[in-house]
């Protein structure tokens, strides 16, 4: 007989943890979800279709997965836990467009599993319930590597996806914010309480949707801006003076240059980084690469 009830039935999910006598594990930031509101919810923000290639991060034991299934052309899916993949082949048995792959997401090489799995130029949709330890370098993978995404839909910690459209000026601003910014829109999809997932995480969780977006100013390094972004963010409560000191040193003809930089971006150097948005910092690091001091 087939089974008709959702994994992320409440009753279902505990009773396939209680099957392998297994519990969530702390150190991979397991919280099963088991609200199928916010199942369908994330399903629909991410506006998956019969057309569309999905990667997940982190199955679990497949309650998001299953739903993905029920609508995508081909979900791959990648989980660290080797006793959750031992689960997902019993759980996820009935889907054949479901591939589970057992590896750490930032040890994988995403564009090639891409191409290997769903073809040439492939484009894909990210849908994830994120592990909250590596919430922040899944993100930047996601957006630094080179793959082609529609969106991604993904779960965090509430405090992240603030970080991720923070204002100028205000206390979330920051490097996460600006690296999200030259590639994306982030907007916040969903609020989650704690009570949606087994066991209930101790911090509040949004789901986030991004969509790409082009910057005002596109440069051909995007890595070498970034790091003038973190160099910039590195002391916040610092001048941007000061942090260009420290990153470039203090001899005479390094401070002539920069004062020469910040001139020709028009920005003041007793301004702290946290005051200048994406297009800003990015003719900043234009001056700057112009001066020879970053290239
Ligand atoms: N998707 C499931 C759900 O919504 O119920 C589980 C989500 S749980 C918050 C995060 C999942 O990510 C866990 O299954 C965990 O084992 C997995 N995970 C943790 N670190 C990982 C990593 N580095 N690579 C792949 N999966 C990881």
Redesign the pocket.
């Known amino acids: 007989m087939v089974d008709i009830i959702d994994i992320?039935d409440p009753m279902r999910t505990q009773a396939i943890l209680n099957t392998y006598g297994l519990h969530a594990?702390k150190k991979?930031?397991?919280?099963?979800?088991t609200d199928l509101n916010v199942l369908h919810g994330i399903v629909d923000a991410a506006e998956v279709t019969a057309d569309d290639y999905v990667i997940?991060?982190?199955?679990?034991?497949g309650?998001?997965?299953e739903q993905l299934a029920r609508v995508a052309k081909k979900v791959v899916a990648?989980?660290?836990?080797t006793e959750?993949v031992h689960v997902l082949s019993e759980t996820m048995q009935n889907y054949d467009n479901v591939k589970i792959i057992a590896?750490?997401?930032?040890e994988v090489h995403l564009s090639e599993i891409i191409t290997k799995e769903f073809g040439e130029g492939a484009h894909v949709k990210v849908v994830?319930?994120?592990?909250?330890?590596?919430t922040t370098p899944i993100l930047m993978q996601l957006l630094r590597t080179n793959i082609a995404w529609d969106n991604i839909v993904v779960?965090m910690q509430r405090e992240v996806a603030d970080r991720l459209n923070a204002a100028v000026g205000t206390k979330a601003y920051g490097v996460l914010t600006l690296t999200t910014e030259y590639f994306a829109k982030a907007k916040l999809a969903i609020e989650v309480p704690a009570e949606s997932f087994n066991p209930a995480p101790k911090v509040d969780s949004a789901v986030v949707k991004l969509t790409p977006s082009t910057p005002e100013i596109l440069v051909d390094q995007p890595e070498r801006l970034f790091g003038v972004i973190k160099g910039s963010f590195s002391h916040r409560r610092k001048s941007l003076w000061n942090n260009m000191l420290q990153t470039y040193g203090k001899d005479l003809d390094v401070k002539d240059k920069i004062k020469a930089a910040l001139e020709a971006a028009d920005i003041a150097p007793s301004i702290r980084a946290e005051r200048l948005n994406l297009t800003e910092l990015t003719a900043l690091y234009l001056a700057l690469r112009a001066q020879g001091l970053t290239n």
């Open positions: 992320a594990k991979f930031g397991q919280n099963f979800l997940e991060i982190g199955p679990g034991i309650s998001l997965t990648f989980e660290i836990d959750m590896a750490d997401i930032l994830a319930n994120l592990p909250y330890y590596i779960m």
